[in-house]
Nanobody
C-alpha cells in the first residue's frame, strides 16, 4: 500500500548540514504521527524526531537544537533539516509511523559525517 522513499542523504563534513525528505506514495492522514529513525552499524534503531498530524514535534536529546522536523501534508512529504552535523550522526535514516512503525520500511538514506 503506502510506500516510503527517503532521500537527501550524503557525505558531509562535521558542522555541515543536510535536508532529508520522506515521500509517501499515498495518503497517511490516518496516521497520528510520523518520524525519522536512524540506525548505525552496531547500534539499535532509534527515533530521532517525530511530528504529529497537529504539528507537534519532539526530538531525541542527542539532536535537540540541531535537527528540525517538518511536513508538507499537501505533498505527503516529511523533512528533516540537520544542522551542525557530528560524526555520531552517521547512520541510515528512515521514516515511518510513530510510535508504532506500521508502514513498510523504505530503503533509507545514508548520512555520513566525516572529515
Amino acid at each position: 500500500q503506502v510506500q516510503l522513499v527517503e532521500s537527501g542523504g550524503g557525505l558531509v563534513q562535521p558542522g555541515g548540514s543536510l535536508r532529508l525528505s520522506c515521500a509517501a506514495s499515498g495518503s497517511i492522514f490516518s496516521i497520528y504521527a510520523m518520524g525519522w529513525y536512524r540506525q548505525a552499524p552496531g547500534n539499535q534503531r532509534e527515533l530521532v524526531a517525530s511530528i504529529t498530524s497537529g504539528g507537534m514535534t519532539s526530538y531525541a536529546d542527542s539532536v535537540k537544537g540541531r535537527f528540525t522536523i517538518s511536513s508538507d501534508n499537501a505533498k505527503n512529504t516529511m523533512y528533516l533539516q540537520m544542522n551542525s552535523l557530528k560524526p555520531e550522526d552517521t547512520a541510515v535514516y528512515y521514516c515511518n509511523a510513530v510510535p508504532t512503525t506500521v508502514l513498510t520500511w523504505g530503503q533509507g538514506t545514508q548520512v555520513t559525517v566525516s572529515s
